[in-house]
């Protein structure tokens, strides 16, 4: 992205923490971006056009995060095939836990993330792109894309569903808050649920934990 365009975005996502999106004023939007307001106008096309990539960055950053939960962590695996299995699923258990980490504590910090996951649109966001536009995100889109990317960086075979639940037990945080994130217990009960170990075997190699409550798409 443009250097010019990212400083714009970053200071049109400033104004939005701190007031309501119709508050938002694309002449203070400019100043801090250190612009004119006619190159806001060029870049973006108004406010509309502000709005909608704010929301657009805001599905972007929320994606790479989960890529980020997903990335395969050092490998602890040793090499035989008594234990492969096995630590094969403590690695899906620690990852999904992750994603659904990451998706609690993204919906819960930003505003946007949460409407797009949940469809809930707040009058103080900037309104979602129109559908059948390039840049449209249909409710339940966002999920969908973070399952399928799950079933794709996961082992091989990976059963779909895994991900799917992963996903939605994430967003039943989000839409009902527990006293705690997502927590220790919540992800315990999501492996439970995946038919995933919650920790690996004690075979495991000294120094390199494999523990799904312990390992966050925060902590790497």
Known sequence: MPAGRESLLRAAGAALSARPWPAVRMVEVAAAAGVSRQTLYNEFGGKDGLGRALVRR??????????RALAPGPSSVPDTDTYADTYADADTAARLAAVAEWTVRAART???????????WEPA?????????????APGELARTVRDRAAAALSPGEPAWRCELAVRLALSYVIAPGEDAIGDRAAAELLRLLGLPAVPPPAATPGVPLSAPNRTAGAR
């Open 58 to 67: 805001a599905a972007e950053e929320y994606l790479d995060g989960v890529d």
């Open 110 to 120: 930003r505003p946007l993330v949460r409407a797009l996951l949940t469809g809930g």
């Open 125 to 137: 966001l900037p309104a979602p792109p129109p559908p059948g536009t390039r840049q449209a995100l």
